[in-house]
Protein backbone atom coordinates (compact mmCIF):
# COMPACT_ATOMS: atom_id res chain seq x y z
CA UNK A 1 0.00 0.00 0.00
CA UNK A 2 2.75 2.66 1.40
CA UNK A 3 4.83 1.48 -1.63
CA UNK A 4 1.90 2.21 -4.42
CA UNK A 5 1.22 5.44 -2.88
CA UNK A 6 4.97 6.74 -3.33
CA UNK A 7 4.81 5.54 -6.66
CA UNK A 8 1.89 7.50 -6.86
CA UNK A 9 3.19 10.06 -5.81
CA UNK A 10 6.14 9.54 -8.03
CA UNK A 11 4.22 9.44 -10.96
CA UNK A 12 2.59 12.77 -10.37
CA UNK A 13 6.03 14.21 -9.72
CA UNK A 14 7.18 13.43 -13.21
CA UNK A 15 4.02 14.27 -15.14
CA UNK A 16 4.55 17.99 -13.44
CA UNK A 17 8.08 17.61 -14.29
CA UNK A 18 7.18 16.61 -18.26
CA UNK A 19 4.70 19.25 -19.08
CA UNK A 20 6.40 22.24 -17.07
CA UNK A 21 9.39 21.16 -19.11
CA UNK A 22 7.64 20.87 -22.03
CA UNK A 23 5.71 24.42 -21.51
CA UNK A 24 8.78 26.73 -20.49
CA UNK A 25 10.53 24.86 -23.65
CA UNK A 26 7.63 25.83 -26.28
CA UNK A 27 7.54 29.49 -24.62
CA UNK A 28 11.48 29.73 -25.65
CA UNK A 29 10.85 27.88 -28.77
CA UNK A 30 8.22 30.24 -29.85
CA UNK A 31 10.33 32.92 -29.22
CA UNK A 32 13.38 31.78 -30.68
CA UNK A 33 11.42 31.15 -34.02
CA UNK A 34 10.33 34.50 -33.87
CA UNK A 35 11.87 37.03 -36.87
CA UNK A 36 13.83 39.71 -36.15
CA UNK A 37 14.68 43.23 -37.18
CA UNK A 38 17.74 45.41 -36.46
CA UNK A 39 16.67 46.66 -33.07
CA UNK A 40 18.69 49.88 -32.14
CA UNK A 41 20.70 49.60 -29.68
CA UNK A 42 19.39 50.85 -25.96
CA UNK A 43 21.71 53.33 -24.00
CA UNK A 44 21.07 54.52 -20.69
CA UNK A 45 20.50 58.22 -22.23
CA UNK A 46 17.24 57.15 -24.12
CA UNK A 47 15.40 56.96 -20.52
CA UNK A 48 15.09 60.79 -21.00
CA UNK A 49 11.45 61.27 -19.67
CA UNK A 50 10.68 57.72 -19.94
CA UNK A 51 12.03 56.85 -16.65
CA UNK A 52 8.77 55.40 -14.83
CA UNK A 53 8.55 53.39 -17.81
CA UNK A 54 12.20 52.23 -17.40
CA UNK A 55 11.34 51.70 -13.54
CA UNK A 56 8.69 49.82 -13.42
CA UNK A 57 10.30 47.13 -16.10
CA UNK A 58 13.32 46.70 -13.30
CA UNK A 59 10.37 46.32 -10.64
CA UNK A 60 8.75 43.96 -13.30
CA UNK A 61 11.68 41.91 -13.72
CA UNK A 62 12.54 41.86 -9.61
CA UNK A 63 8.44 41.03 -9.11
CA UNK A 64 8.95 37.99 -11.78
CA UNK A 65 12.29 36.83 -10.39
CA UNK A 66 10.77 36.63 -6.46
CA UNK A 67 7.52 34.93 -8.22
CA UNK A 68 9.39 32.46 -10.19
CA UNK A 69 10.73 30.63 -6.30
CA UNK A 70 7.63 30.96 -4.82
CA UNK A 71 5.30 29.35 -7.33
CA UNK A 72 7.70 26.99 -8.10
CA UNK A 73 8.04 25.99 -4.64
CA UNK A 74 4.38 26.13 -3.57
CA UNK A 75 3.39 24.12 -6.83
CA UNK A 76 5.97 21.71 -5.69
CA UNK A 77 4.10 21.29 -2.01
CA UNK A 78 6.84 24.02 0.47
CA UNK A 79 6.67 26.80 2.88
CA UNK A 80 8.13 29.54 1.47
CA UNK A 81 9.24 31.94 4.60
CA UNK A 82 11.10 35.39 4.34
CA UNK A 83 14.08 35.20 6.48
CA UNK A 84 15.14 38.94 5.93
CA UNK A 85 15.41 39.97 2.31
CA UNK A 86 15.58 36.14 1.45
CA UNK A 87 13.08 33.89 0.68
CA UNK A 88 13.69 30.42 2.69
CA UNK A 89 12.18 26.96 2.44
CA UNK A 90 12.41 25.10 5.43
CA UNK A 91 11.46 21.51 4.45
CA UNK A 92 13.34 21.40 1.56
CA UNK A 93 15.83 19.02 1.26
CA UNK A 94 19.43 19.84 -0.01
CA UNK A 95 21.13 17.99 -2.51
CA UNK A 96 17.33 17.04 -4.30
CA UNK A 97 16.18 17.97 -7.89
CA UNK A 98 13.50 20.06 -6.35
CA UNK A 99 16.35 22.50 -4.43
CA UNK A 100 17.82 22.81 -8.15
CA UNK A 101 14.54 24.00 -9.77
CA UNK A 102 13.09 25.81 -6.86
CA UNK A 103 16.78 27.87 -6.49
CA UNK A 104 17.20 28.45 -10.41
CA UNK A 105 13.36 29.25 -10.39
CA UNK A 106 13.90 32.99 -10.56
CA UNK A 107 16.83 32.94 -13.08
CA UNK A 108 14.28 31.11 -14.92
CA UNK A 109 11.70 33.41 -15.11
CA UNK A 110 14.54 36.05 -15.61
CA UNK A 111 15.17 34.09 -18.95
CA UNK A 112 12.29 34.08 -20.19
CA UNK A 113 10.86 37.58 -19.65
CA UNK A 114 14.21 38.96 -20.84
CA UNK A 115 13.99 36.87 -24.01
CA UNK A 116 10.25 37.88 -24.45
CA UNK A 117 11.63 41.57 -23.88
CA UNK A 118 14.59 41.52 -26.56
CA UNK A 119 12.62 39.55 -28.84
CA UNK A 120 9.62 42.50 -28.57
CA UNK A 121 12.30 45.27 -29.23
CA UNK A 122 13.29 42.96 -32.37
CA UNK A 123 10.37 42.56 -33.74
CA UNK A 124 8.51 46.04 -33.62
CA UNK A 125 8.86 49.76 -33.52
CA UNK A 126 8.66 50.77 -30.15
CA UNK A 127 7.53 54.18 -28.47
CA UNK A 128 9.78 55.42 -26.12
CA UNK A 129 7.89 53.74 -23.15
CA UNK A 130 7.37 50.55 -24.70
CA UNK A 131 11.71 50.71 -25.44
CA UNK A 132 12.56 52.06 -22.14
CA UNK A 133 9.89 49.32 -20.75
CA UNK A 134 11.38 46.15 -21.84
CA UNK A 135 15.04 47.51 -21.70
CA UNK A 136 14.30 48.12 -17.51
CA UNK A 137 13.24 44.27 -17.92
CA UNK A 138 16.81 43.30 -19.41
CA UNK A 139 18.46 45.26 -17.57
CA UNK A 140 17.42 44.18 -14.17
CA UNK A 141 18.47 40.68 -15.23
CA UNK A 142 21.48 42.08 -15.93
CA UNK A 143 21.91 43.35 -12.95
CA UNK A 144 20.58 40.59 -11.09
CA UNK A 145 22.93 38.32 -12.26
CA UNK A 146 25.93 40.56 -12.15
CA UNK A 147 25.12 40.54 -8.39
CA UNK A 148 24.28 36.94 -8.25
CA UNK A 149 27.52 35.99 -10.00
CA UNK A 150 29.74 38.58 -7.45
CA UNK A 151 29.35 39.44 -4.24
CA UNK A 152 25.91 37.36 -3.97
CA UNK A 153 27.73 34.17 -5.54
CA UNK A 154 28.50 33.11 -1.68
CA UNK A 155 25.59 34.21 0.18
CA UNK A 156 24.52 31.29 2.29
CA UNK A 157 20.69 31.59 1.32
CA UNK A 158 21.23 32.71 -2.34
CA UNK A 159 20.49 31.28 -5.03
CA UNK A 160 23.98 30.17 -6.53
CA UNK A 161 24.89 28.66 -2.91
CA UNK A 162 21.18 26.72 -3.49
CA UNK A 163 22.17 25.67 -6.61
CA UNK A 164 25.70 24.31 -6.31
CA UNK A 165 24.33 22.06 -3.08
CA UNK A 166 22.03 20.28 -5.23
CA UNK A 167 23.90 19.68 -8.29
CA UNK A 168 27.43 19.18 -6.35
CA UNK A 169 28.81 22.17 -8.66
CA UNK A 170 30.75 25.40 -7.11
CA UNK A 171 29.19 28.45 -7.13
CA UNK A 172 32.25 29.23 -9.45
CA UNK A 173 30.93 26.80 -12.10
CA UNK A 174 27.07 27.78 -11.30
CA UNK A 175 27.97 31.07 -11.28
CA UNK A 176 29.67 30.80 -15.19
CA UNK A 177 26.85 29.03 -16.17
CA UNK A 178 24.68 31.85 -15.04
CA UNK A 179 26.72 34.37 -16.46
CA UNK A 180 26.44 33.19 -20.00
CA UNK A 181 23.05 34.11 -21.45
CA UNK A 182 23.30 37.35 -19.17
CA UNK A 183 26.18 38.39 -21.47
CA UNK A 184 24.71 37.34 -24.71
CA UNK A 185 21.80 39.16 -23.80
CA UNK A 186 23.57 42.27 -22.91
CA UNK A 187 25.27 41.81 -26.42
CA UNK A 188 21.66 42.21 -27.89
CA UNK A 189 21.00 45.19 -25.90
CA UNK A 190 23.28 47.66 -26.15
CA UNK A 191 25.25 46.63 -29.19
CA UNK A 192 24.53 48.38 -32.27
CA UNK A 193 24.03 45.13 -35.08
CA UNK A 194 24.86 42.03 -32.82
CA UNK A 195 25.34 39.19 -35.23
CA UNK A 196 22.19 36.74 -36.45
CA UNK A 197 23.93 33.87 -34.31
CA UNK A 198 23.79 36.01 -31.13
CA UNK A 199 20.06 36.00 -30.28
CA UNK A 200 19.95 32.25 -31.30
CA UNK A 201 22.66 31.20 -29.43
CA UNK A 202 21.10 33.78 -26.08
CA UNK A 203 18.04 32.00 -26.66
CA UNK A 204 19.54 27.70 -27.12
CA UNK A 205 21.44 28.25 -23.81
CA UNK A 206 18.28 29.32 -21.76
CA UNK A 207 16.30 26.39 -23.09
CA UNK A 208 18.98 24.34 -22.83
CA UNK A 209 19.74 25.39 -19.35
CA UNK A 210 15.76 25.16 -18.41
CA UNK A 211 15.61 21.43 -19.78
CA UNK A 212 18.48 20.79 -17.56
CA UNK A 213 17.25 21.74 -14.61
CA UNK A 214 13.80 20.23 -14.98
CA UNK A 215 15.09 16.89 -15.95
CA UNK A 216 18.18 16.39 -13.17
Known amino acids: MIGAMLTSDR ?4 KRKFWTTGALGTILTALLL ?3 VDA ?19 ATGYMAHELGHVLVAKGKGYCVELDGPSLVYPDLKEGSPDQLQIAT ?17 ENRRLSDRENNFSAGLVVFHLAATAAYTTFLKDHEKGDMVGAAAA ?3 STD ?3 LLAAIPAL ?4 RLFAKNPPDWVPVLSAGTKGVG ?5 CY
Open 40 to 58: APWKFSDIGHSSPSFLLGV
Open 105 to 121: AGFQAQWIVSEAALRYR
Open 34 to 36: CST
Open 173 to 175: QVA
Open 184 to 187: LDGW
Open 167 to 169: TGL
Open 210 to 214: IFAIW
Open 11 to 14: QKGD
